[in-house]
């Protein structure tokens, strides 16, 4: 039993539950005074003698005094300067003392008052509710704390309900949210097989605030933007398969939808929002394509106004957008002045191409969100299953808007690729570009063949990225519906051409008699990025295997 000081072992009798209340108050006192912050190991040894409902009772009854006296009938007869109960902010300071240390913040005693202090925020007491949500913040820095207000959703959804409803500045409480919402999103994530009450409250709060944006007419809309944004970020398909099961996703996903449509209308505000809210679309695209994008067809189309046309209106505002959007990325970056060599030499070339790729943030939010409608299209064409009720025209004029976006890209591709001269250097330098770059280009090539002459150079950066970077897999995965689809154009049976490739045959014989047939059926850069995709080692790789490991 390790040695303690005759002052901590006083305190920690204070502190007990045989004290009376004077004592306990006295107690918490002396904890700032004779126990350093960083000295963890006496800060837990108090915790665990502690009284905790002691200091549950001081947060409610200090949270009771401090709303009497901002209620409208005490708020006359308050004596100017006069301030928030002692035992309130007295409260707040030591369980911040304790919260501060992660080991202590998991601990029942202060993981116990978090839904207390949820209520103390959401009262927007001034000066105590920003007290609070310090504290708040470091509690919720740890798992159990996380999972523990999505098990009980209720907690954070009173400050959510305060937010819209907040007559002073909301900024602290959508900062407080925009954390909260983030760390929620981060464990949802990381977790393997999550329990369904914590999906279901996530979505909960999700589905609370996403409301809270669509109906906003306040600039509480815009400083809602990056709080749904930084909660969509973290989460990947897996993700949002779970979530997708919730009776709810889709109608968080249309009150994002219009919040953003709303916002993107009113492009003479700022475009620091515009861009936003097109990010925040891109995430609900990726996530959730099949809510975020609608279709009508021609019996639907007796009226403009209904739900299914008007859903339909803003998804095609939202992808033509995004296409515009693109270009203009693509633009900013193209007419940027040539890499100077004495620049590469002292820097590298990915330092060197560094402040050109940033003015390009915007094009992988755009081209993702381009593709991801391919993909959604491709699959709500098929299940119509070529009924003559389809809205071709519709369908043609929003691929049209996204040729010109796959068209700027190969452009830009190419271009890029000879200012840093290295497919590896392009990756090092904006993998997020690439990637998403090659998600629309893979899905585009895959549906017309009548951009694949000018796509050729683009076969072989491919046919590298997936041999010699670490996001091979991915371009792989994109790139493979374009082999597919031109050895189909070209009547050329895939299985065939596959067991070619690998007995080193290649003895198909693309038919041209198509209009649309592919030209790269039967090139050298064809067949070196379908080994690549189908895992199939090239000569060159096989030679070098024998000289590291010898003949087999």
Request: with cysteine; charged share 25%; net charge negative.
């Amino acid at each position: 039993m390790p040695d303690r000081s005759p002052q901590l072992e006083k305190c920690a009798r204070l502190l007990s539950s045989k004290s009376t209340d004077d004592e306990k108050l006295a107690g918490l006192l002396l904890v700032p005074k004779i126990v350093d912050a960083q000295d963890v190991e006496s800060l837990e040894y108090l915790l665990c003698s502690m009284d905790s409902r002691f200091i549950e009772r001081l947060l409610r009854t200090g949270l009771k005094q401090a709303t009497a006296e901002e209620s409208p009938e005490a708020h006359g007869s308050k004596d100017e300067g006069a301030g928030i109960p002692p035992m309130l902010n007295i409260a707040l300071f030591v369980i911040d003392v304790f919260a501060s240390h992660a080991i202590l913040a998991q601990r029942p005693q202060i993981l116990d008052r978090i839904e207390t202090l949820c209520s103390v925020v959401s009262s927007n007491i001034p000066h105590t509710s920003s007290d609070a949500v310090q504290v708040l913040c470091k509690i919720l820095a740890v798992d159990p704390a996380i999972e523990r207000v999505l098990a009980h959703v209720d907690f954070l959804s009173k400050i959510v309900e305060a937010t819209g409803h907040s007559q002073a500045d909301s900024l602290e409480l959508t900062q407080f949210l925009d954390y909260a919402l983030s760390r929620c999103s981060l464990w949802l994530h990381s977790t393997p097989e999550l329990p369904a009450q914590h999906v279901v409250g996530w979505v909960s709060l999700m589905n609370d605030i996403s409301l809270l944006f669509s109906r906003s007419e306040t600039i509480l809309k815009f400083r809602l933007l990056p709080v749904l944004a930084s909660a969509l970020t973290p989460l990947d398909s897996r993700d949002a398969g779970n979530i997708n099961g919730m009776a709810v996703c889709k109608t968080t996903v249309d009150s994002i939808r219009a919040g953003c449509v709303w916002i993107m209308r009113q492009r003479s505000e700022t475009t620091d929002y515009f861009d936003q809210a097109l990010v925040l679309a891109s995430h609900i695209v990726r996530l959730w394509p099949q809510h975020a994008f609608a279709m009508s067809t021609i019996a639907d189309n007796g009226s403009n106004s209904g739900p299914e046309q008007q859903e339909q209106k803003a998804a095609e505002l939202i992808l033509r957008l995004a296409c515009v959007e693109g270009q203009s990325a693509i633009d900013s970056m193209m007419i940027h002045a040539p890499l100077d060599e004495k620049v590469i030499q002292m820097s590298g070339a990915v330092a060197a191409d560094a402040d050109r790729l940033r003015l390009g943030w915007k094009l992988p939010f755009c081209a993702e969100l381009a593709a991801s409608w391919l993909e959604w299209a491709d699959e709500w064409l098929d299940a119509q299953d070529g009924s003559a009720d389809v809205d071709e025209a519709s369908v043609h004029s929003l691929m049209g808007e996204v040729q010109k976006l796959a068209e700027a890209v190969v452009t830009f591709a190419i271009d890029w690729k000879e200012r840093i001269e290295s497919e590896r250097a392009m990756m090092d330098a904006g993998p997020e570009i690439v990637a998403s770059v090659i998600h629309l280009l893979g899905r585009w090539l895959a549906t017309d063949t009548k951009l694949h002459n000018r796509a050729m150079p683009i076969l072989a950066m491919c046919a590298n990225w997936i041999d010699q970077s670490r996001y091979g897999q991915v371009v792989k995965e994109y790139m493979r519906p374009s082999v597919s689809f031109a050895l189909e154009t070209c009547e050329v049976d895939e299985a065939q051409y596959v067991d070619d490739l690998r007995s080193h045959r290649l003895q198909h014989k693309a038919r041209r008699t198509q209009d649309l047939a592919s030209p790269w059926v039967g090139t050298i850069e064809f067949d070196d990025l379908a080994r690549a995709v189908y895992g199939i080692p090239s000569d060159e790789e096989m030679l070098r295997r024998r000289q590291e490991h010898g003949p087999s």
